[in-house]
C-alpha cells in the first residue's frame, strides 16, 4: 500500500456511470492477442480482480466457461451484470462485490487472473500472494495497461486534440494541487514496481505483449467530461456543492478549444505481461 494513504469506499464512489464511456478503449486486438499467447479455447475460468464496470473481463468473456470480476465499489459491480446482460453473457460472468484483500472468498481456483490498471490500488504483496494460490498448476496472471511511452498525436485527424494540460489545470483549481484520493490524497501518486511485487510472489516471467493501438477515436465533449467524472483523482463527491459550477466550467473549456465540441485522439497501445504461476513452494 502507499504510504500514509488508506483505502477507502469513496475511491471511486460516483465514477461508474461515466467509466466506459469516458476512459479510452484498450487496443482492439487485445482479446485475439490473449487468445494466442494463453491459448484460450473458450473453457476455463477467468478472474478480473478490481473488474471496475466488466470492461477487460466482458471482453474475454468468449474466451472462458466462466468469468468473476471482483470489485469494491456497488456501484461498479452493477455497471457490470448491465453489461453482462446487454452482451448476453449473463449467464456465464458473476459480479463480486469485496476488496481483492478479501480473497480467495471461496471463490475457488481459476485458469487466468486479470489485473487492468487497478493492481496499483491494493496491498500488492497480499493480493499477489493470494492470487496465486487461487490459481491452478500452469495459471497465468495478466497485468493489463495502457502503454505509457508512446506519444499519441493528432496530426491528420479532423479535430483538436482534447486539452488534457487545461483540464488537470482545473481540476487542481478546484480541489487543490495535491492528487486526491477517496477521502485522503497521494501527493507521489500511485507505486509502481508490479514486477518486483509478483516475483516476490512466485511468479514466474514475464511475458511482454504489447498490442497496437493507433486508431482515430472522436470524443465529444460529454465523452471528455465522462473521462473526467471516471477518474478517482476527480470523481464527482469530492467537488462536494461545486460540481455543477466545475462542470459548467469545464464545458465551457472544451467549447472554447473546439468550436464543434468534437476533439480527435488515437487510441493507447496497450500493454500486457503475462506471468507463470511457477513451481509451488517447498
Known amino acids: 500500500m502507499v504510504a500514509d494513504w488508506e483505502w477507502d469506499e469513496t475511491l471511486f464512489s460516483g465514477t461508474a456511470a461515466y467509466y466506459e464511456r469516458g476512459r479510452l478503449p484498450y487496443a482492439p486486438g487485445l482479446a485475439d492477442a490473449l487468445a494466442e499467447a494463453l491459448r484460450l479455447d473458450g ?34 459491480i452493477a455497471e457490470a451484470a448491465r453489461g453482462a446482460a446487454d452482451r448476453g453473457v449473463a449467464d456465464k460472468a458473476r459480479w463480486v462485490r469485496a476488496r481483492a484483500e478479501a480473497l480467495p472468498a471461496g471463490l475457488g481456483t481459476f485458469s487466468v487472473a486479470v489485473f487492468g490498471q487497478s493492481f496499483h490500488w491494493m496491498d500488492r504483496d497480499l493480493v499477489a500472494a493470494t492470487v496465486r494460490a487461487m490459481l491452478r498448476p500452469g495459471g497465468a496472471l495478466v497485468h493489463i495497461s495502457d502503454l505509457k511511452t508512446e506519444a499519441r498525436t493528432v496530426d491528420g485527424l479532423p479535430h483538436p486534440a ?17 492528487r486526491r484520493a477517496g477521502r485522503g490524497v497521494l ?63 469545464l464545458r465551457r473549456l472544451l467549447r472554447e478549444a473546439s468550436a464543434s465540441g468534437r476533439f480527435s485522439e488515437r487510441g493507447p497501445s496497450t500493454e500486457v505481461f503475462v506471468w507463470g504461476k511457477g513451481p509451488s513452494a517447498g
Open 43 to 76: 473453457r476455463g475460468r477467468l478472474l478480473d480482480v478490481g473488474c471496475g464496470p466488466g470492461i477487460i473481463a466482458l471482453r474475454l468473456a468468449h474466451l472462458f466457461g466462466e468469468v468473476v470480476g471482483v470489485d469494491p465499489d456497488g456501484g461498479m
Open 187 to 249: 501527493p507521489g501518486g500511485t507505486p509502481g514496481g508490479e514486477a518486483e511485487v509478483f516475483a516476490r510472489a512466485g511468479f514466474t516471467g514475464p511475458r511482454r505483449l504489447v498490442v497496437p493501438g493507433g486508431q482515430a477515436l472522436e470524443r465529444s465533449v460529454d465523452d471528455i467530461v465522462a473521462w473526467v467524472f471516471s477518474m478517482s483523482f476527480s470523481a464527482p463527491h469530492l467537488f462536494e456543492g461545486r460540481r455543477d459550477a466545475f462542470e459548467a466550467d
Open 162 to 178: 482534447v486539452p488534457y494540460t487545461a483540464v488537470d489545470e482545473l481540476v487542481r483549481h478546484y480541489l487543490g494541487p495535491v
